[in-house]
């Protein structure tokens, strides 16, 4: 019952007939503009985030209280009882914390040289889910490849008994496009390099930095297939392996990785609200993920993105009348080792799904909106212009498509077409830190975090505020 416009009269008569026996109520039509009132309310919103708000203290009370938080380990716990916590003080209803299942990975102790023909030290760390290697570790000559592709088409002849080195470098971009172009080596690499018959897989860095700091990520086995050690060297260090092995002469390696996989632990979505005033079970959900890895203090991946979220929520919780709609924040449970709160939270709220009229995430640091995209009915459309251009004046100055995933963690809701509103971060720094030792607090700029505290206060209000909704999103996941 959302395209009333698009329907005929006598048709639209025998929907209403057949919604009106329905327990829940029905979502609105897409409407087609924003009451002047609503402009002028989000408008101030933004306009006193501006002058200043709490992300910092809040980011900074999770990064000094708690720090790293990979999943499944005792600082994940605290994490959560952090998020619990913290959502009451801040004034939030219904908090809670939804139990979900996560995988618990310990890296261990990681070293790397190498041996042959010139020995010297490497500094690399173990990459997430890895296997660790036997005891004393492992020796074996390099084979070094450009990109996935190329070692996908390898002989494994060349291959077998040896030490994968992929060497490919990211691209600094705005909006992060160089991950999309080097991550699947890091996730999928130890995989085909095991299949061809390899002992381990050096990776360089998927980061945009010269510091001798590796970036460390997620990576998967294929079922049943070969589960070889898999580190990341940082760009430095990669720089020297290729150095040497452009000598011509056989290189070799020595690693030892302490990585090792434990039983699954209980972790949990910590959940608080504003409860809506006339609709509280429509949905506006503001996401972040609570994990982090385990090299920094997860300040900027995602500290940031959940006091942006936590922070713009409580300042419309704050005013002096609720929002029509409920506006639900989730710090996810393991976003970084498998998605396993977003799945969870896809498949226990199910049946609310439907009545979610709006998803965003934040979970790209700290940067300043500089883009707006969406992922909505395609009559929706001009809604989403005219909630761009509330952002207007904190300089969100470019429209993206209709498309967006708008965050990994949304990806499982995608198939109940939640609809979707993406504010691009400038990124041009954020993967010189991404998933490193150096994802510490000092890299945050305070008022960057309160101009995206307005950006994203303005939307919630406007999307929990407005008459009609979004209508459904297209089907497919959409993109960045
Ligand atoms: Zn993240």
Redesign the pocket.
């Known amino acids: 019952m959302r395209r009333f416009a698009a329907l005929p009269l006598l048709l639209l008569g025998l929907l209403v007939t057949a919604g009106a026996g329905r327990a829940a109520p029905a979502p609105e039509a897409p409407a087609s503009a924003l009451p002047e009132s609503l402009r002028t309310a989000a408008a101030s919103l933004r306009d006193e985030a501006v002058r200043g708000t709490r992300a910092f203290e809040i980011v900074r009370s999770l990064t000094v209280e708690v720090g790293p938080r990979p999943a499944g380990s005792p600082a994940d716990r605290r994490a959560v009882a952090w998020g619990v916590r913290t959502m009451r003080e801040l004034g939030f209803a219904n908090v809670r914390a939804e139990a979900v299942q996560v995988p618990h990975w310990e890296p261990g102790a990681a070293a790397g040289e190498i041996t042959a023909p010139w020995p010297q030290p490497m500094v690399l760390l173990p990459l997430g889910g890895s296997a660790g290697t036997p005891e004393g570790g492992i020796e074996a000559g390099v084979v070094e490849f450009s990109s996935l592709d190329e070692l996908e088409k390898a002989d494994p002849a060349k291959v077998r008994g040896q030490i994968v080195f992929l060497n490919k470098r990211m691209e600094r971009a705005r909006d992060g496009s160089g991950y999309g172009a080097t991550v699947p080596g890091r996730g999928r690499g130890a995989a085909v390099a095991g299949k061809l018959g390899a002992v381990a897989l050096l990776l360089r860095s998927v980061g945009t930095d010269h510091n001798r700091t590796p970036h460390t990520g997620a990576m998967r086995y294929e079922e049943g297939g070969p589960r070889i050690p898999a580190a990341a060297l940082s760009n430095p260090d990669a720089d020297l392996l290729e150095a040497q092995l452009a000598s011509g002469q056989p290189v070799r390696f020595h690693l030892s990785l302490g990585s090792r996989r434990l039983p699954d632990e209980e972790s949990a979505n910590v959940i608080g609200e504003i409860p809506g005033r006339e609709k509280p079970e429509e949905i506006v959900l503001l996401g972040c993920?609570l994990d982090s890895w385990f090299p920094g203090t997860g300040a900027v991946?995602?500290g940031a993105g959940c006091a942006i979220m936590m922070e713009a929520a409580r300042r419309i919780g704050a005013l002096p009348q609720k929002p029509r709609r409920t506006i639900r924040v989730v710090l996810y449970a393991n976003?970084e080792l498998g998605l396993s709160g977003a799945r969870a939270y896809a498949q226990v709220h199910a049946a609310e799904l439907p009545q979610h009229v709006l998803a965003g995430e934040s979970?790209f640091g700290s940067g300043r909106v500089w883009r707006v995209s969406s992922r909505v009915a395609p009559e929706a459309l001009p809604l989403v212009d005219q909630i761009a251009a509330l952002l207007a004046p904190l300089g969100v100055a470019e429209r993206g498509g209709n498309d967006a995933e708008g965050g990994a963690d949304l990806i499982p809701m995608a198939p109940a077409r939640v609809p979707v509103i993406s504010l691009g971060q400038d990124g041009i720094e954020y993967f010189d830190w991404h998933h490193t030792a150096n994802d510490t607090l000092d890299k945050i700029d305070p008022k960057d975090m309160d101009q995206n505290v307005a950006a994203w206060a303005a939307v919630a209000f406007a999307a929990a505020e407005m008459p009609g909704d979004f209508g459904r999103a297209p089907e497919g996941e959409g993109r960045e």
Do not use: G, L, P, Q
Request: glycine share 0%.
């Open positions: 993920h991946d995602d976003e979970d």
